[in-house]
């Protein structure tokens, strides 16, 4: 933890409510961004922001400075992503029983814009991002710090409170898997149906 | 067809962190199987995709939210309250006590004179008001039965605590009892004693020139030798060039080091990381030796590399206990030296010699290499097959040794 870190920090600690916005302000694209490919809705990604940066306020005293502040903030980030998640997924199943199927084209095909490269672009992100919410919510939120975040595995462990050794095979597992959603007719690692994941398996 | 553990291979390869023997590996079998090549490449293709994904810009909403819903308190002001509670709550039954002992242990005498008036400032007590605003700490107020004064205001702080107030007389007539048997009433306050002597260990700063001459080496095990554990930190430009030549000197001395994986792989390249050595069934002047030959092999180097300076000896403290429990999983208290006694001379029996070649075996000079700092960096005591290897190794502790913890920063 750096001293301006610190510093901020005791300012906060000591009820000064402005540094805590210099906090939000200084985190809050890469929390928000490490939520909405979790979540994969803007409006659920913003309302699990809020309740990070209202959780790391109640329980910024207990901060101890024993790892970086990033990787702490990210670990509550981490577990309120999963809360909400599961709070939303009566209404949002993705990763449900397979009945729901969700599009991998780009949600919006517009025939009157001709189609330039940032177009394409565009499509392929939507696409890809449509895939990744087809993860595993375990294995999406190991893809999306290591993949997207760069993060490192010791960190993504600490985060997710779990040994590194299961963070690289949970990745392997995401990394294959979202590859078998992209490409639906290849080979791969569950070519034994029984142990593939739900949403994978053909009827 | 390919097996599950070659996907997997073809997965770890993306982050191109495989070790030579799984390089290998993913050559082979990228080069005689063009379906794994074709995956392969699709894993990577995704994962560069996915390292391009855009920044989404952050609605401006979210901070007004946030800072709309703040509650009122700090987040101090709200963690600390139970505690200042609990404070309270002590000092108040501290208060109590006094009062009820004083009550049945005054003595007999006095209590015989004390007039009916008198009795209505006997020490016994009521709680009359327990204070709790906002932004007031809480408190307790103490009063005599029957009266309306307080003789004691009971809050968190050390100097609200047992402020005895005198109380007012409810009556003209006022109690002609000295007033040292209501204890409430006698105003002391605890002071502190002179202090007779104040100890202070310092550090002891040795360069590390020093260690290589006779009287240097003398002192080093002097130093090493003052308590039953020790730390060292070395100072270095280059950390991971000094724990080479620690390396290359713990060989040299009959050391034998075993280096914790994630550590080894941190090596190959310059980093910013602190490494740690813990010793075990080392003497002082084992330890003093050991210290010399890494100083002899660093100031064989060029002067520009500088990879060793000053060496700090310290006292290990509650802070290395809890960093070698995290890392190694076993105590490192500081105590009486452990030393050989003359009692332990025994007659030799028949099995004596196989005995003492097991425990030589067992208790053999060895020596731990982890990552200590940044602690996000460290691998846990239970999880590194190396720390295992160690311990299953190290066998009793030996009489006149001291385990260190020999830090290079």
């Not at chain 2, 005689?32 to 995709?49: K, T, W």
């Amino acid at each position: 933890m750096n001293a301006d870190e610190r510093s901020l920090i005791a300012k906060i600690l000591a009820g000064d409510r402005a540094a805590f916005g210099q906090l939000v302000e200084r985190y809050q694209q890469r929390v928000y961004n490490t939520v909405y490919r979790v979540l994969h809705n803007a409006e659920d990604a913003a309302d699990a922001t809020q309740e990070v940066f209202l959780n790391v306020y109640q329980a910024l005293w207990s901060f101890k400075g024993d790892s970086e502040f990033f990787t702490w903030l990210y670990r509550i980030a981490f577990n309120t992503a999963i809360s909400h998640k599961r709070r939303r997924k009566p209404t949002r199943s993705i990763d449900g029983d397979g009945s729901q199927t969700i599009s991998l084209e780009p949600a919006d095909k517009s025939v009157d814009v001709a189609p330039d490269a940032a177009q394409e672009r565009r499509e392929d992100e939507q696409t890809l991002m449509n895939a990744v919410a087809l993860l595993s919510v375990e294995h999406r939120i190991i893809l999306v710090l290591k993949d997207i975040e760069g993060r490192k595995y010791e960190e993504i462990a600490e985060i997710a409170g779990i040994p590194v050794g299961t963070v690289r095979s949970r990745l392997h597992r995401a990394r294959l898997e979202l590859r078998m959603i992209l490409n639906p007719d290849s080979t791969g690692v569950w070519d034994d149906s029984s142990t593939k994941p739900k949403h994978l398996r053909t009827t | 067809m390919l097996l599950e553990t070659e996907y997997e291979l073809l997965a770890q390869a993306v982050d191109g962190g495989l070790s030579s023997e799984q390089f290998d590996l993913f050559t082979t079998l990228t080069t005689r199987s063009p379906e794994a090549d074709a995956i392969f490449r699709q894993l990577l293709s995704q994962h560069r995709q996915l390292q391009a994904l855009p920044i989404v810009p952050v609605p401006t909403t979210i901070l007004p939210n946030i800072l709309a819903k703040l509650p009122a308190a700090s987040p101090r002001v709200r963690s600390r309250r139970p505690l200042a509670w609990v404070s309270a709550a002590l000092a108040a039954s501290v208060v109590l006590g006094i009062g009820v002992g004083t009550y049945f242990f005054a003595p007999s005498t006095s209590r015989v004179k004390q007039t009916t008036e008198q009795a209505r400032l006997k020490p016994t007590v009521v709680v009359d008001a327990v204070v709790l605003q906002p932004d007031v700490k809480p408190f307790v107020l103490v009063k005599p039965a029957g009266t309306d004064v307080a003789i004691a205001k009971i809050g968190p702080d050390e100097q609200d605590t047992l402020i005895a107030k005198e109380p007012e007389s409810p009556s003209p007539a006022k109690p002609a009892e000295p007033r040292e048997e209501n204890i409430f009433a006698t105003g002391s306050r605890i002071e502190l004693k002179p202090l007779k002597s104040v100890e202070v260990t310092l550090p002891t700063l040795l360069a590390s020139s020093e260690f290589t001459t006779d009287a240097g080496k003398k002192r080093l095990a002097t130093e090493l030798g003052r308590d039953s554990v020790s730390r060292v930190d070395l100072f270095s430009k280059n950390p991971v060039l000094l724990v080479e030549q620690m390396q290359a000197a713990a060989k040299n001395v009959g050391v034998h080091l075993f280096i914790e994986s994630l550590t080894a792989e941190r090596l190959k390249k310059p980093t910013g990381l602190t490494f740690a050595f813990y010793i075990e069934n080392l003497t002082a002047e084992e330890l003093a030796a050991l210290l010399a030959e890494t100083s002899k092999l660093a100031h064989a180097q060029s002067k520009s590399e500088g990879t060793l300076g000053l060496a700090h000896i310290i006292t290990p403290g509650t802070t290395e206990q809890k960093d070698v429990k995290e890392l190694v999983g076993v105590e490192f208290t500081s105590g009486k030296l452990l030393k050989s006694s003359p009692a332990e001379a025994k007659p030799i029996s028949s099995d004596t010699l196989s005995k003492v070649t097991q425990a030589l075996k067992k208790s053999e000079k060895s020596a731990l290499l982890l990552t200590y700092l940044p602690t996000t960096y460290r691998v846990g005591a239970t999880k590194a097959f190396e720390v295992k290897q160690f311990l299953d190794k190290r066998g009793e502790r030996l009489p006149n040794t001291t385990p260190a913890l020999i830090v290079v920063r």
